[in-house]
């Protein structure tokens, strides 16, 4: 057919979905747009087509033009419209969606990256029963500045502090020291940028680190890359409502791709291979939500799965990434972890704006509810 008509690879492959399927909803979302159809018609009738089955199919073509028409954004309206009947189209649609977001906000933000990477890796507290630990490895590749201006925060937490209770959760260096500045916790060797490119901003309980006015230059691309240790910060075993805990990542600044590995001790949340990963917005508190993660007041799109990598970090792999693999071998051996013993799983994710979270959920021992979040 495509021979015939003459036409071009994109509007053979999208009318070739539609002549697969009778499903009226997938006819609609997979249909070329109406005047790519008008083409094929015309096309059509080049071959050979009667001018009356030509005349019908513009006919249903203009019925369609119509129906687009009705909706605020167009073809956008439509497909966004029929995402909760095509299972395969959500994705697309949130995708187009958050583009938007994306690209607005990092106009307004003044700075965006090609990529950013996060690593969780959930190893048991020493000495304490029923508490993990989670050593998060993030950073942004090929991050750059779009315009001069703009001093954002490529980092913010919790000024690190001991606790009278030696149980309490607290966010470490590698080797467990509560060193207050969070330039500490650069990994110089898988970083171009330089710790005076940073300035060190605190505000009450928290510390932030903010780029320097100057820094990167100009449209000039640089990889950073952090880590840290969140001591005790996870519950391993399910206590009253509470029958999973959670890993809540928030960016805080704009990629076009996020890739998020979780790599679990095999001791820990057995139950949950793979874990679930959903995407939260606005008013996501992840100290009420954890106990109840079937509440999706502000999910966006529904649950799905991490990839399961196996174990160790044979799979570790990133295209775009390269280094990834050293980073996370690198990382283990300074802590002293065995790769081997850990299942490996990512969920990879376009545009995630500022406000929205990215949350991968770990069933905890002895739970009895649902292992996946469910939407109502």
Not at 76 to 86: D, M, P, T
Not at 113 to 124: D, G, K, L, Q, T
Request: hydrophobic share 40%; proline share 7%.
């Amino acid at each position: 057919v495509r021979m015939l008509l003459e036409l071009d690879r994109t509007q053979s492959w999208r009318i070739s979905r539609v002549l697969l399927t009778t499903n009226p909803n997938e006819i609609l979302h997979e249909s070329p747009a109406p005047k790519g159809l008008s083409l094929i018609i015309d096309a059509a009738e080049r071959a050979g087509a009667t001018s009356a089955s030509a005349k019908q199919a513009r006919g249903v073509v203009s019925a369609f033009a119509g129906l687009i028409a009705k909706f605020p954004d167009g073809a956008v309206g439509l497909k966004g419209a029929l995402a909760s009947r095509v299972p395969r189209a959500e994705e697309a649609a949130m995708n187009a969606a958050r583009s938007k977001i994306a690209q607005g906000m990092s106009q307004l933000l003044g700075i965006k990256a090609a990529v950013r990477y996060v690593a969780s890796i959930v190893c048991p507290s020493e000495g304490f029963d029923g508490l993990a630990d989670v050593i998060a490895v993030a950073g942004y590749k090929d991050l750059r500045r779009l315009r001069a201006g703009p001093t954002p925060a490529i980092f913010s937490g919790r000024t690190c502090t001991k606790s009278a209770d030696a149980s309490a959760p607290a966010v470490e260096t590698l080797e467990g020291t509560t060193d207050p500045d969070p330039r500490t916790r650069l990994l110089d060797d898988f970083s171009e940028m330089e710790h005076d490119s940073l300035v060190l901003e605190t505000s009450g309980e928290e510390r932030r680190l903010v780029l320097a006015p100057d820094q990167p230059p100009l449209n000039e691309p640089m990889t950073l890359f952090f880590a840290q240790r969140l001591s005790r910060s996870l519950e391993t075993v399910a206590s009253g409502k509470a029958e999973h805990d959670l890993i809540h990542h928030t960016p805080l600044l704009l990629s076009d791709v996020n890739t998020f590995d979780t790599l679990i001790h095999e001791s820990l949340f057995t139950a949950s291979d793979p874990p679930a990963v959903t995407v939260e917005r606005f008013g996501f508190d992840p100290g009420v939500q954890r106990a109840k993660p079937e509440d999706a007041v502000y999910r966006v799109g529904q649950g799905e799965r991490t990839q399961d990598l196996g174990r160790g970090l044979r799979r570790a792999t990133i295209r775009a990434v390269p280094r990834v693999p050293d980073l996370l071998k690198y990382t283990f051996e300074r802590v002293g972890l065995d790769p081997s013993e850990y299942r490996m799983y990512r969920a990879t994710k376009k545009h995630i704006p500022p406000g929205f979270a990215v949350v991968i959920w770990l069933r905890a021992e002895g739970a009895t509810g649902p292992s996946v979040p469910v939407v109502l």
